[in-house]
């Protein structure tokens, strides 16, 4: 059965919620918009961690220790080697598929051993420095790097979450696979781990204490807080990146500089969950907006409804239903805008929609118009089809005529469909619960379920 952006878990029938595993749950067809940040190890108060952080950095170190013995060729080959995980599924790419450095860069990146004395010396002690001298290494490539030498240690990871969730694991070969005591990557040949029914490929589970957005250590950071630019050009418009790069190569005392202010600020560096709720204050922003706002397309009025909305219900719904996109399509030439949401069946009333109606993921229409007429309940009957079960929710401004409900009644008895309304009293209602905390504003959409169900025979 296809889904709306399909999950690892949800291929296996395993119906938790993001916030109830400690991973990030991979997508099958698309990298997961966050990244592995090495400094999140290296602050942990686990020591577990920290160790892994010791060997992430002495791997790396270890390129350098080869260039200094005139083995440059090799620095080079296991860098490019590390600069590319595809297994993790971390990043931005439609595909979850990269591309690695090339050679160019990856002898510029090994040069800084030789260049920079600090490294010649002592190495790294935190080898994102490598974005304040190198042009185009930016997040994804030190996440895929730190993933790389890591991955050991994350297939270990991923076989004990897969046994906790029962998620299958199949026989597979992993390429580039750092091994610690010979300090090279190699193949590693009957890994046990789950596989990508979408192309074949070996999927490795990334701890979520560990993503980040972007990395504490970060160049547009540096370049705002402690970058000297006046030094470096004083007409700000000649001021370019690679100008900078030059400058840090030549001063390293600057960089240093900046990397002892993140160590003493650690405390503030804090993983970024795949989904954050909106404040009170914002729910409460946006319920103003959507009650301000006119019936119909005068002023764009649906389009800034539908947007109210698209913030809002996320985070009113979380952490029982997670969000899996906005998505459009059209119907009889009409464009139409629905929210989808993971069925995590977390709580009595997702059960029984994933039971009774096989809705593995939860559709709502959206639409601001002053009454919902017979052809907006055919729009939804036509979509609720096997793949996306046959229950689904439209968002709108005032309840439903008689001859609507009616319609949906008959949608019920003949095609056991189920198709509710949430307008604007039931958002207001949803905000409210939100604000006290006393209830969950999933409430209110498991009482009008209810009030349906009393309607049908």
Known sequence: MAIIRPRLTDYHGLYVAQHQVDFAIPFLEEDIPLYLDPFMLWRSPSQQDQMFHTGLVNAFNHLGTLAKAGRDNEAVEALIAASECDEVGLGSSAKRQGKRIGQAKAEEIISLFKRIPAYHQNGFRHFEEIQFFVEGISKDRISDIACSFLKSVLIDFTMDQ??????????????????????????????????????????????????????????????????PQ??????????????????????????????????????????????????????????????????????????????????????????????????????????????????????????????????????????????????????????????????????????????????????????????IALTDVDIEQMVEIFDSKQRDPLDVITKKYVEFRRLCP
């Open 162 to 227: 897969c046994d906790q969730l029962g998620i299958p694991r199949s026989q597979c070969d992993v390429s580039d696979v750092y091994n610690y005591r010979e300090n090279k990557f190699e193949s590693l040949r009957g890994a046990s781990l789950p596989i990508n029914p979408v192309d074949g490929t070996p999927i490795i589970l990334v701890p979520k204490r560990w993503l980040r957005f972007g990395p504490w250590i970060n160049y547009e950071d540096y370049f705002e807080k402690y970058c």
């Open 230 to 419: 006046d030094e470096i050009s004083h007409t700000p418009e000649e001021l370019t990146r690679v100008k900078v790069l030059n400058y840090n190569r030549d001063h390293y005392g600057v960089v240093e500089s900046y990397i002892a202010a993140k160590e003493r600020n650690a405390a503030d560096c804090a993983n970024d969950p795949l989904f954050s709720q909106l404040p009170i204050v914002s729910a409460k922003r946006k319920l103003a907006t959507i009650k301000k706002l006119p019936t119909g397309k005068i002023g764009q009025a649906d389009i800034q409804y539908e947007d109210a909305i698209g913030q809002l219900l996320p985070s009113l719904l979380y952490p029982h239903l997670d969000f899996a996109q906005e998505q459009a399509r059209t119907d009889s030439g009409v464009s139409i805008r629905d929210l989808i949401f993971y069925n995590t069946r977390a709580q009595p009333f997702l059960d029984e929609i994933f039971n009774d109606y096989g809705s593995r993921q939860i559709t709502m229409e959206m639409k601001n118009v002053a009454a919902i007429e017979r052809e907006h309940i055919d729009q939804v009957n036509r979509y609720l089809a096997n793949e996306l079960g046959r229950f689904g929710v439209i968002i709108t401004r005032n309840p439903l005529k008689r001859a609507e409900m009616t319609r949906t009644i008959d949608l019920w008895s003949g095609q056991r469909k189920a198709v």
